[in-house]
């Protein structure tokens, strides 16, 4: 049985998700929420394995719930489920240390074994190509690339702070600082 927490801003699109889940055996809807606050509060009190959230929130957006979500202890594994997904949305989700993306406009199957799979310590995240990783690489600060490869590659921030004897809370704020130096950029190219 996979415990399954929902957190998206729309009513019509929670219900759905929880009726559609219900019908595909292990997969058990455990609670909603609206944005990253109660989505927080809701993973700390129902511990579910996996948080379905949307990626643009009310009070922020699902890369900073993901963020926030897995500096819990015993984190949930993360899937960023949008019908907006953006070009940088891959590699942010990455460096957010999420588990898995999937489109709302993919089968339910695909939506299923994304939470399978993630559930069973895999990732369900599109591949990174080169241009991508290039681009990503020329707004960010020298020093921070290798800690950009570590987290595209699905390295844990944890064992990215042991690897480069960092303290894990320096560790945090350069992603932060990562992800918002991505995020303008992208913004600024388009």
Known sequence: MIRIA????????RAGLAMLLRTEPGLVPVGAATDIHDGLALAQRLHPDVVLAEHHLADGDGI??????????????????????????????????????????????????AIRAVSRGGTALPRLD????????????????????????????????DTLHLDRRRVARRIERMLGRLRAGTHAAA
């Open 130 to 161: 080169a241009r991508e990783m290039d681009a990503a690489a020329h707004l960010l600060e020298p020093e921070d690339l290798p800690l950009l490869a570590m987290l595209a590659d699905g390295t844990a921030a944890g064992e990215v702070a």
């Open 6 to 13: 929902i957190v998206d801003p729309q009513p019509a699109v």
């Open 64 to 113: 900073a719930l993901c963020r926030r979500l897995k500096a819990l202890g015993g984190a949930p594994k993360v899937i960023l489920y949008t019908a907006e997904p953006a070009r940088e949305l891959p590699l942010l989700a990455r460096v957010a240390s999420a588990d898995g993306l999937v489109d709302k406009l993919a089968a339910p199957e695909e939506l299923f074994e």
